[in-house]
Nanobody, 125 residues
């Protein structure tokens, strides 16, 4: 079992930055691949970024590539999402998620086993 709690969301102007954190409980955190997803009102939940258990592999949606950075600290059971150059279209509830690590990069929300409650990110123009 893994329990996830996100924090760090808020209101920011376009061009600004935020860093989201996701604290995980459970002794097996380091064996899980972690992902960030987001969901805007009226839209489906979409993949944002993913990091392997060892942090040796990261993968990003095209819409955030070059602006967002995912990282993790297994000693602190925490995964981060640094978001720079934010745009109004980045406005959404952001969720972290966990699944057993795999060589194949998994980007479908339904393939992740554990989810946090989400944190709101609002980018004003």
């Amino acid at each position: 079992q893994v329990q996830l709690v996100e924090s760090g969301g808020g209101l920011v102007q376009a061009g600004g930055s935020l860093r989201l954190s996701c604290a995980a409980s459970g002794r097996t955190f380091s064996s899980y691949a972690m992902g960030w997803f987001r969901q805007a009102p009226g839209k489906e939940r979409e993949f944002v970024a993913r990091i392997s258990w060892s942090a040796g592999s990261t993968y990003y949606a095209d819409s955030v590539k070059g602006r967002f950075t995912i990282s993790r600290d297994n000693a602190k059971n925490t995964v981060y999402l640094q978001m720079n150059s934010l745009k109004p279209e980045d406005t959404a509830v952001y969720y972290c998620a966990a699944r057993p690590n795999s060589v194949v990069v998994i980007t479908r929300a339904r393939d992740y086993n554990y989810w946090g409650q989400g944190t709101q990110v609002t980018v004003s123009s």
